[in-house]
Nanobody, 115 residues
Framework: QVHLVESGGGLVQAGGSLRLSCSAS????????VGWYRQAPGKQRELVAR???????TYADSVKGRFTISRDNAKNTVYLQMNSLKSEDTAVYYC?????????WGQGTQVTVSS
């Protein structure tokens, strides 16, 4: 059974940094595309960043230049380094893994940026 566990969320002041981690189990992590999504209150869940098995990355325009996604296949973990945080980055952040047409989600971690 696939299991994704996020950590690293919290409260930070605008301009600060956080690093989110997502650890995966029950799946061949290295061959899958993994990503981070977020959902703010009253808004739809949106893609933040994705990284393919070969390391190709995709970012939402709103986070380009501020956020960096990376993966450590030996640790079955994907990271999201978030710098220069803004109040509009406040949301629940979810880890996502793609396996063919299947999608797996973590439970989410809250990120709150105070202005």
């Amino acid at each position: 059974q696939v299991h994704l566990v996020e950590s690293g969320g919290g409260l930070v002041q605008a301009g600060g940094s956080l690093r989110l981690s997502c650890s995966a189990s029950g799946i061949r992590f290295s061959i899958n595309t993994v990503g981070w999504y977020r959902q703010a209150p009253g808004k739809q869940r949106e893609l933040v960043a994705r990284i393919g098995s070969g390391g190709l990355t995709t970012y939402a325009d709103s986070v380009k230049g501020r956020f960096t996604i990376s993966r450590d296949n030996a640790k079955n973990t994907v990271y999201l380094q978030m710098n220069s945080l803004k109040s509009e980055d406040t949301a629940v952040y979810y880890c996502n893994m793609e396996l063919g047409t299947a999608r797996y989600w973590g439970q989410g971690t809250q990120v709150t940026v105070s202005s």
